[in-house]
């Protein structure tokens, strides 16, 4: 559960700072719900830039965004890209809901939303006194950061030196204080040392990704209800949803599977992690190239007891695709040899390296379960190309000159000629060795409990259940911190 105490001294100082920089918290609801937004926000968000360092931003922390750089509103219907057949080689519609129009150009910035906010309008948060520290593998810092600013607090961003250099060029100008730990997108042990360091300081207060609850809670009542809405506006007579794949990053937004399965109990929720750490599927470790997912161990917040598969993406395959989805040469090979219009090459910008991935889960899950003409498949893309055009031209030194040949070869190799090796579909007994996992990370070295361990598989309804049911309570305290700031009225 989310601790939801008010520190009433706090919260008065917390309602002034709002009060006084003209800061309206958003509720879970109207992200679920944007159209319920009041006018005089949407009127005032005509004016403002999707990434625009203004408080009203925070109410485009939905997945129902206009696809507008600026002044856009809000749409029934998520932004979504439908891959085609042609491209995945298997017959199921895969359908990828788009991280690329919220603020940042990620989602992230929703699942910071959710552990920042319980603790802002509970006043177990203090602007005026605490720094709000993210612990990240690039984009939930990014996240953090954004949010921290939008509620007038100072936010410290924490990733590993090895993330792409748009990714500290972004954080510095927002004016985030960064560290830089050692190694790449897998070594989150060395992040965690380092929060374990900052904790001695009571200036800093960890919002730790992978532990704390608001992030599934946000996952679950936002992204899971959003995917839901996106599949009731495209299935055709006869089909069901069969089957989503998120990678584990966090592991929040596998809690949107969560929410999905409720709505779908006969669907397959897989979670995806890199061959070169393939920590879920074979108590593996290493490093990778997968930008968006950190490994070497569970998160605490993984319901791995409602996981379905375990599939391990070689992060050449994304490497590859990346490379393919966002040149000219490989765009030219789309548009002749697969047909695509330039409305869907345009779309296949919106995969970043992780969404790439997620794809990749989709179509290995639809080979393993042989999905038809009647199954759907959904997935997220985290984020965009955006933050990784220094990794194109990266490829392109390594590999050298592209062109229509290499892009052909890359499609067949890459995506068409995906196997079934390297996933596993989880008995009981594999759910349990994973969720074990967690002991030697979080019992062992980051203060929990064997009983607290003990309760998220046993204790399902006082636990996951109760999370994701406290939006409501959450949702009052947002309401009452808005009315005592007066900024509504």
């Not at 070689?314 to 695709?321: A, I, K, Y």
């Not at 009981?428 to 967690?438: G, S, T």
Request: with cysteine.
């Amino acid at each position: 559960m989310i601790d939801l105490t008010k520190n009433e001294a706090a919260l008065e100082r917390n309602i002034q700072n709002a009060k006084e920089n003209g800061i309206i918290i958003p509720t879970i609801h109207e992200m679920q719900h944007p159209e319920e937004i009041p006018g005089k926000i949407k009127d005032k968000l005509k004016n403002v830039g999707l990434w625009d360092v203004n408080p009203l931003n925070l109410f485009r922390i939905t997945w129902k965004n206009e696809p507008k750089e600026s002044g856009g509103l809000f749409q029934e219907v998520p932004n979504y890209v439908e891959l085609p057949s042609e491209l995945t080689g298997v017959p199921c519609r895969i359908i990828a809901m788009v991280g690329k129009w919220f603020p940042t150009g990620c989602h992230k910035v929703g699942a910071s939303f959710g552990c920042l906010a319980p603790r802002l309008v509970t006043g177990q948060f203090d602007v005026q006194k605490h720094k709000a520290v993210w612990p990240s593998t690039g984009n939930y810092c990014r996240g953090g950061a954004f949010n921290s600013r939008l509620m007038g607090a100072q936010g410290v961003a924490i990733l590993p030196a090895e993330m792409s250099q748009e990714r500290f060029d972004w954080l510095h100008e927002i004016g985030a204080e960064v560290i830089a730990t050692p190694g790449c997108e897998s070594n989150v042990k060395e992040i965690f040392d380092k929060t374990n360091e900052l904790k001695q300081d009571p200036q800093y207060m960890i919002f730790n990704q992978f532990e704390e609850m608001g992030n599934p809670l946000w996952h679950y009542n936002v992204t899971g209800n959003a995917l839901e809405d996106v599949y009731n506006a495209i299935k055709k007579p006869g089909q069901r949803l069969a089957g989503a794949c998120f990678t584990s990053g966090s592991a929040g937004t596998m809690s949107a599977g969560d929410r999905l399965k409720e709505l779908h109990p006969q669907m397959k929720l897989g979670v995806g992690e890199a061959l070169q750490c393939p920590t879920i599927l074979n108590n593996g470790f290493g490093g990778h190239r997968i930008e968006g997912i950190g490994d070497k161990h569970i998160p605490w917040i993984h319901n791995v007891k409602n996981s379905d598969m375990a599939i391990a993406i070689d992060d050449e395959d994304s490497q590859r695709l990346l490379r393919l989805f966002n040149t000219p040469e490989g765009q030219k090979y789309m548009k002749e040899a697969l047909g695509f219009d330039d409305e869907l090459i345009e779309k296949l910008t919106w995969l970043g390296i992780s969404g790439i991935a997620n794809m990749l889960c989709c179509i290995k899950m639809a080979k393993y379960y042989e999905f038809t003409e009647r199954d759907v498949v959904v997935t997220v893309l985290t984020d965009s190309a955006v933050m990784y055009q220094s990794r194109i031209n990266e490829l392109n030194e390594m590999y050298g000159a592209y062109d229509v040949n290499e892009a052909r070869l890359d499609h067949n190799l890459h995506i068409l000629n995906l196997k079934t090796d390297s996933l596993m579909e989880m008995t009981y007994a594999d759910r349990k060795r994973v969720h074990n996992l967690k002991y030697y990370t979080w019992v062992e070295q980051q203060g929990k409990t064997s009983e607290e361990l003990n309760a998220l598989w046993y204790d399902t309804e006082g636990t996951w259940d109760a999370v994701h049911a406290q939006a409501k309570d959450l949702d009052e305290l947002i309401c009452e911190f808005n009315e005592r700031t007066g900024l509504l009225k």
